[in-house]
């Protein structure tokens, strides 16, 4: 087996490394400018920032993931197979996943703090050739020696150690014994950066002190200024920029001499792939493939706007994939149409979306783009059958199928409210609105005829609603349509005359592709309908998880999804309030109910939770006349769990029957709907047992 352990080396490379260090120390006041000067200038992908104070104040309250129970308990039975059955390195991340997702009280702050990360630390993940490097900064190399140190004891999957002036390497061969090329996991630490990235027996020495961070790369990304122009070309700011580089990455098989990626990629296949690879890309398909991912260079990433305003945090992240032939964009843009604005932003609303098409131009921009690919001239055989298989079809008969829909700019639908009746299966009241926008919404309104459910109803050119019964529906609200201005709507609830006088005045403009939009705080209103027994107990749990689940993002997020000079852009504005899990005294005596198959609360008996962290629970027969089921237990609240531990459990079918002792066995239960009238707790999640209680206090 092939061993390599870190050593000085050549005396011209120490000092190297000493001096850097030293000047690193010594100029830390711009520490994104540090770290992206020990990324290669070819990077296939990167994403890197950093932080303030602030930012990270606001988001340690935040939990560190809004998942169900069900799934969780999923999770850890897969986690307890691995560990069973994995190899040492599968039991070491799997010891590492376990511990930070059950980290303290499941908040980002406490992720943070069992890794040692910098509150205002600078990161970046990027590529170093073949291999993927993560670095960011930590407030201290002992804390998160210290997990890894945990995982090592849980799996016997032991490293190598060197330590290189204030350098604390270490490695895990991962390769599997006797083959060609050892390959390692690293974590290098030093005073505040640490580094987990891959090294192998096939790498030279410069290679691996630079994937280290011990020297910088002859070209940096910063001597290269990427990201400083991707940031004033597209008004990204320090916090977040990123990019996966298409065009580095085909060169890489392409024309493997021209960046690092592809030299190292060569090294590392085996021949025969190597071999394989070459018969396959004939030189004029290498020609042709290059060109066609230059005309597609990058997709890229990054904040626009981050900004706290008290408990509120407002967030714009744009993503672009660049297109660099402008004869392509300008087709794009031919088809966007127009989203009404009510359809463009979660504020005020569950959720929303809409699309933006112009249908006039659909068919013409699809068929110059079809045109485009046919005509162009390629050597290459197989793009050549591609073009020959793309003539037998022609973009141009799309348009006779929307010749009857011609004039139509978009469509929009918004949900503001919902409101469910006690046990029933349909809304008591909806207020929601769909509008559909066209040049000429009086002729597409005449065609109402053909749809069946407006059989019959002739809609209003004067702006004024007719009603639209709904035989099958819901009788205690009522449905309406009207043209106003431009758009033909359709619409239900009293409230919605400010959006529909919007509507009246708002012209046609071209404003994007597609859109949707979810406020989290509210989307579990969707979730509250009552299913009547539908699928069994296993779906009311899902629905209260459900319910749960979105309760928990205290966020509403919207989406724009259009193209530009640039390429096809996608814009995401995020509002975040500041989550803050304040503790909560379970002590007191309650009420307990149970949801059976039918999704209703069912009365089942009584618990008192004390301050010693002890308890009780008494169940009683259907006519309350005797104690049949009494528990009496310890408890312990983990994060977001329960555990009980019983001290005593009694049992009897009947009054007439004695109480008898039953087995103790542990058990455990997540809270769930946390409310300041109840909350619920979910016993044997994920699994056919599963129960769910709510208690209310008497």
Not at 573 to 586: I, L, Y
Request: hydrophobic content about 35%; charged content about 20%.
């Amino acid at each position: 087996m092939i061993k390599w352990t870190l050593t000085i080396g050549a005396l011209c490379i120490s000092a190297a490394v000493y001096m850097f260090w030293q000047s690193n120390q010594e100029d830390s006041s711009d520490s994104n400018s540090t770290l992206l000067e020990l990324v290669p200038a070819d990077t296939i992908y990167y994403l890197g920032g950093e932080g303030t104070e602030e930012l990270t104040d606001f988001f340690r309250s935040m939990p560190m993931g809004a998942t169900m129970p069900s799934q969780n308990a999923q999770l850890t039975t897969l986690m307890d197979i691995w560990k069973a059955n994995e190899t040492k390195p599968g039991k070491f991340f799997t010891y590492l996943g376990e511990k930070l997702s059950r980290a303290g009280n499941g908040s980002l702050g406490d992720l943070i703090d069992i890794i040692g990360l910098s509150d205002t630390g600078a990161f970046t993940i990027y590529s170093h050739g073949i291999a993927p490097v993560a670095r960011f900064e930590i407030n201290s190399p002992e804390t998160i020696h210290k997990l890894v140190d945990e995982a090592v004891a849980a799996s016997d999957w032991q490293y190598q150690e060197e330590v290189i002036e204030s350098t604390n390497i270490r490695l895990w061969e991962i390769s599997k014994e006797g083959a060609e090329i050892t390959l390692y996991f690293v974590l290098s630490t030093n005073k505040n950066t640490a580094t987990l990235t891959f090294i192998s027996s096939a790498d030279d020495d410069t290679t691996k002190w630079e994937r280290l961070g011990l020297t910088k790369p002859a070209h940096s990304l910063l001597d290269s200024k990427e990201i400083e122009t991707l940031n004033s070309r597209y008004g990204f700011n320090e916090y977040m920029t990123g990019f996966i580089h298409f065009e580095r990455f085909a060169n890489g098989f392409l024309n493997p001499e021209k960046n690092l990626f592809g030299r190292q990629l060569q090294q590392y296949l085996p021949e025969g792939a190597k071999a394989d690879l070459d018969a396959k890309l004939s030189p004029e398909c290498r020609t042709d493939f290059a060109t066609l991912a230059s005309g597609m260079p990058r997709a890229v990433i990054g904040y626009e706007d981050m900004r706290l305003q008290g408990d509120s945090l407002h967030m714009s992240l744009n993503t672009i994939l660049e297109i660099a032939e402008s004869s392509i964009t300008q087709e794009l843009g031919k088809m966007r149409g127009h989203i009404p604005a009510h359809a463009l932003n979660s504020s005020g609303k569950i959720a929303h979306f809409g699309v933006g098409l112009s249908v006039d131009q659909l068919t013409p921009a699809l068929t110059n783009l079809w045109t485009q690919f046919v005509n162009a001239e390629f050597s290459c055989d197989t793009l050549q059958q591609a073009q020959d298989r793309a003539r037998q079809t022609s973009p141009a008969m799309l348009g006779m199928f929307l010749g009857m829909v011609n004039g139509i700019e978009g469509f929009g639908v918004s949900i503001f409210d919902i409101t469910w009746g006690e046990g029933s299966t349909t809304p008591e009241d909806v207020s929601a609105l769909i509008s559909i926008s066209a040049q000429n919404p009086q002729t597409l309104a005449s065609m109402s005829a053909m749809v069946p459910m407006l059989a019959g109803i002739q809609i209003p050119t004067d702006g004024s609603a007719v009603e639209i019964p709904l035989p099958l529906g819901p009788t205690n609200f009522s449905v309406k349509a009207a043209i106003k201005g431009k758009h033909i709507v359709v619409y239900s609830g009293d409230k919605l005359e400010p959006q529909l006088s919007a509507l009246e005045k708002e012209e046609l403009i071209p404003n994007g592709i597609y859109s949707f939009g979810l406020n989290y705080r509210r989307f579990n209103e969707l979730t509250q309908m009552n299913l009547g027994g539908m699928g069994g107990s296993a779906v009311c749990i899902a629905q209260q998880e459900f319910s749960h689940m979105f309760s928990q993002m205290p966020m509403d997020l919207s989406y724009l999804l259009d193209a530009s000079e640039n390429g096809v852009e996608g814009k995401f504005d995020v509002t975040m309030e500041k989550s803050e899990q304040a503790a909560m005294s379970f002590l007191g005596k309650y009420s307990v109910e149970f949801l059976n198959e039918n999704c209703q609360w069912e009365s089942t008996g009584t618990e008192e939770v004390k301050a010693d962290n002890t308890g009780r629970y008494v169940e009683q027969d259907t006519n309350n006349e005797c104690d049949i089921y009494i528990s009496e237990y310890k408890w312990e609240q983990k994060s977001d769990r329960i555990l009980l531990t019983p001290t005593k459990e009694l049992s009897r079918e009947e009054c007439s029957d004695e109480l008898e002792e039953q087995e103790l066995q542990d058990y455990s239960c997540s809270l769930l709907n946390i409310k300041p009238n109840h909350f619920q707790c979910l016993f044997d999640a994920g699994t056919p047992d599963a129960a769910l209680y709510r208690y209310t206090p008497q």
